[in-house]
């Protein structure tokens, strides 16, 4: 893998033009960016080699109300095997190492509170490197990193960039689960891949390919989301943050979060927390800054526990290296249950 490549200006402005529109095209992408398509797509096949960068094709389980937190403590000595035993859990979508009072910090995601049950009761607790966990059920994602951004287009150029195209009127209403499972499947591993690639592997075709990912994003069963190593972003410092919120103030929080930009994911929980904060801050000194603003939009909220992430190793299914690469490794997540 390229760890030398260090993107450029033209590099991070195509990843904020992916943030904005996954499957853009580079012929739609290159007047805004201001490079040639040809050299958007080489830069793009650069940073993904490099694992700098990739796009992940998710379907929607978590908004259903599924999904979970969980703190992990290992006995000693078992922390890297936990870890290796836990990447290869499809429920298990992201693994943070963390320092604070929790050693791994683990979203898994399912279809239901019992699915989730299942999984803590049953092969994660036959993990015998896990000393204690703490489970924090999510109610319901207020926020979550599909609409962060990186800071590198004007938002004249944002307003520029295409939004994807709804289905063709003679497209089918629904999709077969047979084509929802190759489509899931696919864009997993890689969210940019074309409709020409996945019909050649699956002998779908093409135009039936191309009408089915148009229906689930345009019903939002599937979403799309263009990641980046985090240190080569301006917001190395990643920190969970655990509040506890005055009912009558979480009533707004949807709306008074959306306005603190650093955070990344805010979830409910019903635990001991009832808020879970994710969150992406320049440097250690802007934790106290960044604290003032979550307290003016959080009046009376108690942050009960913070811990600081020192390594990602696996981010949406993709196993990442210690760095923080993508190693082209990707675990595709549980299937859902339905695709309606």
């Given at each position: 893998?390229?760890?030398?490549?260090?993107?450029?200006?033209?590099?991070?402005?195509?990843?904020?033009?992916?943030?904005?529109?996954?499957?853009?095209?580079?012929?739609?992408?290159?007047?805004?960016?201001?490079?040639?398509?040809?050299?958007?797509?080489?830069?793009?096949?650069?940073?993904?080699?490099?694992?700098?960068?990739?796009?992940?094709?998710?379907?929607?389980?978590?908004?259903r109300g599924g999904g979970a937190l969980i703190e992990i403590e290992?006995?000693?000595?078992?922390?890297?095997?936990?870890?290796?035993?836990?990447?290869?859990?499809?429920?298990?979508?992201?693994?943070?190492y963390t320092v604070g009072g929790r050693d791994l910090l683990v979203?898994?995601?399912?279809?239901?509170?019992?699915?989730?049950?299942?999984?803590?009761?049953?092969?994660?607790?036959?993990?015998?490197?896990?000393?204690?966990?703490?489970?924090?059920?999510?109610?319901?994602?207020?926020?979550?990193?599909?609409?962060?951004?990186?800071?590198?287009?004007?938002?004249?150029?944002?307003?520029?960039?295409?939004?994807?195209?709804?289905?063709?009127?003679?497209?089918?209403?629904?999709?077969?689960?047979?084509?929802?499972?190759?489509?899931?499947?696919?864009?997993?591993?890689?969210?940019?891949?074309?409709?020409?690639?996945?019909?050649?592997?699956?002998?779908?075709?093409?135009?039936?390919?191309?009408?089915?990912?148009?229906?689930?994003?345009?019903?939002?069963?599937?979403?799309?989301?263009?990641?980046?190593?985090?240190?080569?972003?301006?917001?190395?410092?990643?920190?969970?943050?655990?509040?506890?919120?005055?009912?009558?103030?979480?009533?707004?929080?949807?709306?008074?979060?959306?306005?603190?930009?650093?955070?990344?994911?805010?979830?409910?929980?019903?635990?001991?927390?009832?808020?879970?904060?994710?969150?992406?801050?320049?440097?250690?000194?802007?934790?106290?800054?960044?604290?003032?603003?979550?307290?003016?939009?959080?009046?009376?909220?108690?942050?009960?526990?913070?811990?600081?992430?020192?390594?990602?190793?696996?981010?949406?299914?993709?196993?990442?290296?210690?760095?923080?690469?993508?190693?082209?490794?990707?675990?595709?997540?549980?299937?859902?249950?339905?695709?309606?």
């Amino acid at each position: 893998m390229a760890h030398g490549y260090q993107p450029d200006q033209v590099d991070m402005r195509i990843l904020h033009a992916l943030q904005v529109e996954p499957r853009a095209s580079w012929t739609e992408l290159a007047p805004v960016v201001g490079a040639d398509p040809a050299n958007l797509s080489r830069r793009w096949s650069r940073l993904r080699a490099a694992g700098i960068a990739w796009v992940t094709g998710m379907t929607d389980q978590a908004d259903r109300g599924g999904g979970a937190l969980i703190e992990i403590e290992c006995a000693p000595g078992d922390l890297h095997a936990t870890v290796r035993a836990l990447t290869a859990e499809p429920e298990v979508v992201t693994i943070d190492y963390t320092v604070g009072g929790r050693d791994l910090l683990v979203t898994v995601l399912a279809d239901t509170q019992r699915q989730v049950a299942d999984y803590v009761l049953g092969p994660m607790a036959r993990l015998r490197g896990i000393r204690a966990a703490h489970t924090h059920l999510i109610t319901e994602r207020l926020l979550d990193a599909r609409r962060w951004r990186l800071r590198e287009l004007s938002p004249a150029e944002v307003a520029r960039i295409p939004r994807f195209r709804p289905p063709r009127s003679r497209a089918a209403r629904t999709v077969a689960p047979e084509l929802f499972e190759v489509i899931r499947q696919e864009l997993a591993v890689d969210g940019r891949a074309s409709a020409v690639a996945i019909a050649g592997r699956s002998g779908f075709s093409a135009q039936r390919v191309t009408d089915a990912i148009a229906t689930l994003r345009t019903d939002g069963q599937l979403y799309l989301r263009t990641d980046l190593a985090r240190d080569l972003s301006d917001w190395p410092v990643y920190t969970w943050y655990f509040l506890q919120v005055p009912a009558p103030v979480m009533a707004q929080a949807r709306v008074t979060l959306a306005q603190v930009p650093e955070i990344r994911l805010a979830a409910l929980c019903a635990s001991r927390y009832n808020l879970v904060l994710a969150v992406w801050l320049r440097s250690v000194q802007d934790v106290q800054s960044f604290e003032v603003a979550l307290s003016r939009a959080l009046p009376g909220a108690v942050i009960a526990d913070r811990s600081v992430v020192v390594r990602i190793a696996k981010h949406l299914g993709h196993v990442l290296d210690d760095d923080g690469r993508a190693t082209g490794t990707v675990v595709p997540m549980r299937r859902p249950l339905v695709n309606g």
